[in-house]
């Protein structure tokens, strides 16, 4: 069994950084791939970013990439995703989740082994 809790989130203006983290109970953090997505209000879900299990592969999505940054720490069970310049329409609930069979294309936290309850993340003008 495996916890994941989320942290970091908060309220920032627009051009803004936050780093988000989620920490991960157990001994086996580095046999999951780790994945972030969000919600926000009245929208899908979108599937952020994901890391390989020793964090040699990353992935971003088109709205991300150049300004969110996915890494890990194994040693301290915690995936991390630094959030730069960000803008209004990154406001929604971030999610990280753990999966063994790698990485997914799945929004549906479901779809995952485990995952967080997730932090907020409010971009204001």
């Known amino acids: 069994q495996v916890q994941l809790v989320e942290s970091g989130g908060g ?3 627009a051009g803004g950084s936050l780093r988000l983290s989620c920490a991960a109970s ?16 009245g929208k899908e879900r979108e599937l952020v970013a994901w890391i390989s299990r020793a964090g040699f592969s990353r992935y971003y999505a088109d709205s991300v990439k ?10 301290k069970n915690t ?9 209004i329409e990154d406001t929604a609930a971030y999610y990280c989740t753990a999966n ?8 549906n936290l479901y779809d995952y082994d485990y ?11």
């Open 26 to 41: 157990g001994r086996t953090f580095g046999t999951y791939t780790m994945t972030w997505i969000r919600q926000a209000p």
């Open 100 to 107: 063994q069979a790698g990485p997914k294309s799945s929004t």
């Open 79 to 87: 995936v991390f995703l630094q959030m730069n310049g960000l803008k």
């Open 11 to 13: 309220l920032v203006q």
């Open 66 to 75: 150049g300004r969110f940054t996915i890494s890990r720490d194994n040693g």
């Open 115 to 125: 995952w967080g309850q997730g932090t907020q993340v409010t971009v204001s003008s």
